[in-house]
């Protein structure tokens, strides 16, 4: 069966970029830059982009495309012969699925806020305390919310069932494409508001003071941490698109359009957040070491309440999270799909029936664990919290640092291998060849770094 592509370049960006782009950018990415030293953390965090996430993206886009296949069957077409690397399919399909078992969860979210917000619901609520009140009866609503999760997941099956070009490219431009004009919509908005200029200068004048208050080992590791996690590298949900790709163009630069996309939309997250935080709740509250997505629905949803057309604000803010989690939702779930079409003979709409079945299964322990199963832990971890902490610490930084060590070394495809396949194309930078040296040794030890930054306060 011939391989599907895209049909055009801008739906591969867009795609690829809605992969990146999640909630935590939306969220996570201002409340940390506003408390590390606003633009001064933005440089770091920029500098470990182009450090750690530019290499890593340009690495995984590169499998996927030599090989024409998903992480399921990318590292068997490869590697050389007598060489395990393919083993490395377990820990990708793995992520896939365990991504999306609280992902899903965390979306609908979304989607009960939008429609809390559109009907007006919400509105005579005021005030963080009382508002984290409507949250946790909201997640304490097993019903409500496995209706929710269902939903998710049933609709961006529906989309993937439609095949590569007619669902998930058609759809995903459309929506990225009201994502960026939601966003820059509100961000004009935002600035109009009355301390507008104050919440600007804190969250984007570089404050050194703030860096050293904090402690400079605190900022790189945040900025080490957001940067390599927002990215979403590491378990072939970036891969896939590569394989969906042509050769025309050198994939250094469309590494890079992906990276500037999604630092574009977490920039301007906290254009729209800080505005309203200084105007509407006397500035910044949340604290950058533990902020989380409850974020959203309290100190956020206290400042929809309280500004006038606050309504109409609220709604499209959270149409606005709903295309930034489906976006991602589409591109994992087509991931799984692709991983089904590699090995086994069924059809798209069947592997869709199949998977809305197993993923609503797979994502009631998440659900659960939000309300009946609340005391259930594992290592002190209820079932949401855990399946975060496994991709996000573990998944995420083991499988980058085996997709560079499979790139860079000769017992892997080979350094030689990869920059021919990164290099193809008339059209792009080229990957330098005197970075093999950073490329072979020094990256994988910042992987190495970030992967036990990550883990160590899971035991601690």
Not at 158 to 171: D, M, P, S, T, Y
Request: glycine share 10%.
């Amino acid at each position: 069966m011939e391989r599907e592509k895209f049909g055009s370049r801008l739906g591969f960006i867009l795609i690829s970029a809605g992969c990146a782009i999640g909630l935590g950018n939306v969220y996570r990415f201002p409340i940390i830059t506003g408390a590390y030293g606003g633009a001064a953390f933005v440089l770091v965090y920029i500098a470990f982009l182009i450090l750690l996430g530019l290499p890593v993206m340009t690495v995984e886009l590169t499998v996927g495309r030599a090989s024409q296949r998903s992480i399921a069957t990318s590292f068997d077409v490869l590697e050389k012969k007598g060489q395990k690397w393919h083993f490395m399919k377990y820990l990708g399909i793995a992520g896939n699925y365990l991504l999306m078992m609280f992902y899903t969860c965390i979306s609908s979210w979304m989607i009960i806020y939008f429609v809390k917000y559109l009907s007006g619901s919400i509105l005579e609520y005021h005030g963080s305390e009382e508002l984290g009140g409507v949250f946790v009866d909201m997640i304490s609503n097993t019903g409500l919310l496995t209706a929710a999760t269902f939903a998710v997941i049933l609709i961006c099956f529906a989309i993937c069932a439609l095949g590569l070009q007619n669902g998930v490219e058609k759809i995903t431009k459309v929506m990225m494409a009201l994502l960026l004009f939601l966003m820059i919509g509100l961000a004009v908005y935002s600035c109009t508001l009355p301390n507008a200029a104050e919440g600007l200068k804190f969250y984007l004048i570089p404050s050194f003071e703030k860096m050293k208050e904090s402690g400079i080992w605190t900022v790189i590791s945040a900025a080490m941490g957001q940067s390599f996690f927002t990215l979403s590298i590491g378990m072939g949900s970036i891969a896939i698109f590569g394989s969906y790709i042509g050769r025309e163009r050198r994939l250094l630069g469309e590494a890079a359009t992906i990276v500037s996309l999604d630092t574009f939309i977490a920039i301007m997250s906290g254009i729209i957040i800080f505005p309203a935080c200084f105007t509407y709740n006397g500035g910044q509250t949340a604290d950058a070491g533990s902020v989380g997505a409850s974020f959203l629905f309290t100190t956020l949803s206290s400042i929809f309440n309280a500004m006038p057309g606050g309504r109409i604000i609220g709604s499209l803010f959270f149409l606005f999270m709903i295309f930034a989690a489906f976006s991602t939702v589409i591109a994992v779930f087509e991931n799984i799909m692709s991983f089904w079409l590699e090995l086994t003979k069924l059809k798209r709409r069947t592997i869709a029936l199949i998977n809305i079945a197993l993923m609503l299964v797979l994502s009631l322990p998440a659900v659960f664990s939000l309300s009946i199963w609340e005391n259930v832990t594992v290592f002190g971890y209820g079932f949401l919290d855990l399946e975060d902490k496994l991709v996000s610490n573990l998944i995420l930084p083991v499988g980058s640092l085996f997709y560079v060590l499979f790139c860079t070394r000769r017992y892997g495809w080979g350094w030689d291998s990869f920059l021919a396949e990164a290099n193809t194309g008339e059209q792009g930078p080229k990957f330098p060849k005197w970075i093999r040296p950073y490329m072979t040794y020094v990256l994988p030890l910042i992987i190495i770094v970030v992967l036990l930054i990550s883990v160590i306060p899971l035991f601690v």
